[in-house]
């Protein structure tokens, strides 16, 4: 490997007294590199699964996907309303760190810029909050945050785990908010966020790839038709279909037994349950099929508890379908876990058309 300068093409190498310089690969032997393994590195920051075992691939003896689905999220939602309203990204090619860390520069040092989570959470523009975000999370996220990022990728992954296998990934710019909010990261056109946001979701498909070794390996697949998510789905992976939704113009319902979280969606997601008290969900748990272990989800120095924290962040949906699996709920997670299925017989239906 060796690092050149465009200009003439001269090479960065290492001198005879062992200074760096850039040298002439004419004259020079010097310049060229190569990579060496280093055990002793420091360990990368990154959020937790918390999860251990291999999750289900394949189809049930009727040859059906098994997994269930959530038809409204908002993984991008950090760009939407002028990308300056909800805080952290869904992931950072420089690591968690950078995708989490930075609350302060959108919403100010004490939480007082974050004028719409204010208005949204209280009914009125004035609030504070702890903006420190990684490694702490003091301030965020909780249940009934709606402008900080609640879907971290490692977050999504760990739902995966848990059995989610379809996301409709809405994109959504709201042009009215965005021409009132003082600070915007982007313009308000509909069209170029949402072309931004489509983008950031190729780059984390990417991203994931490339930490399981590669185009086509990692378990977040983007997919454009029926066939391509059944595939995904049927290989054991997290299918994701990216959809455009138009705020305040056309809202669209979805019916069926799947879920519709809108996580990202300037709308809260549940907290605790009132009697989790008393009847809490016990950790460690396993996920739906048994082949998971779960335990609390860990983000640098917070642990999240769906009795205490309810659904601080989307990662703690694989808690609240333990949740029900433990409380009685065996019929409606059959349901749900047939709604992938069922999201993609209706798909494959419309697409016919
Ligand atoms: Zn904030």
């Known amino acids: ?91 950072d090619r420089y690591g968690i760190a950078e995708a989490l860390g930075h609350d302060a520069d959108v919403h100010g040092a004490d939480g007082s810029l974050d004028v719409t989570g204010n208005l949204l959470r209280t009914g009125l523009p004035f609030g504070t909050h702890d903006t420190h975000g990684w490694p702490t999370f003091a301030g965020w996220p909780m249940h009934d945050t709606v402008t900080h990022q609640q879907t971290y990728y490692v977050w999504l992954k760990r739902d995966w785990l848990a059995g989610e296998r379809l996301v409709v990934a809405q994109t959504v710019e709201d042009q009215p908010i965005c021409e009132i909010e003082p600070v915007k990261a ?6 170029k966020s949402v072309r931004l946001q489509v983008q950031t979701l190729r780059g984390l498909q990417r991203y994931v790839d490339l930490q399981a070794g590669g185009r086509g390996r990692g378990w977040f697949r983007l997919v454009y038709n029926p066939r391509q998510a059944r595939r995904a789905i049927e290989r054991g992976k997290l299918a994701a279909k990216i959809e455009l939704l138009k705020a305040y113009r056309n809202k669209r319902r979805y019916f069926g037994v799947g879920l519709g979280t809108d996580t990202g969606g300037f709308s809260s997601l549940p907290g605790p349950r009132p009697d989790a008290d008393r009847l809490p969900l016990t950790y460690p748990f396993r996920c739906y099929d048994g082949k998971v272990r ?54 494959q239906r419309a697409y016919r058309r």
Do not use: K
């Open 1 to 91: 490997m060796a690092l050149r300068l465009i200009a003439d093409r001269r090479r960065l190498g290492v001198t005879a007294t062992g200074a760096v310089a850039v040298v002439d690969p004419s004259t020079s032997r010097s310049g060229l590199f190569r990579l060496v393994r280093d055990r002793r590195c420091a360990p990368f920051p990154e959020a937790r699964v918390n999860a251990v075992g291999s999750p289900f691939r394949g189809t049930n003896g009727n040859g059906d996907v098994v997994g269930f689905a959530d038809m409204h999220l908002h993984i991008t939602a950090n760009e939407r309303a002028g990308g300056a309203v909800i805080y952290g990204e869904p992931f």
């Open 186 to 191: 982007h313009g308000c056109n509909e069209t």
């Open 294 to 347: 779960f335990d609390r989800e860990q983000t640098g120095g917070r642990g999240f508890d769906l009795n205490t924290d309810g659904i601080a962040h989307y990662g703690l949906l694989a808690d609240l379908v333990a949740d029900m699996q433990q409380h009685g709920g065996g019929q409606a997670l059959r349901s749900l876990f047939r709604s992938a299925e069922a999201y993609l017989r209706l798909w």
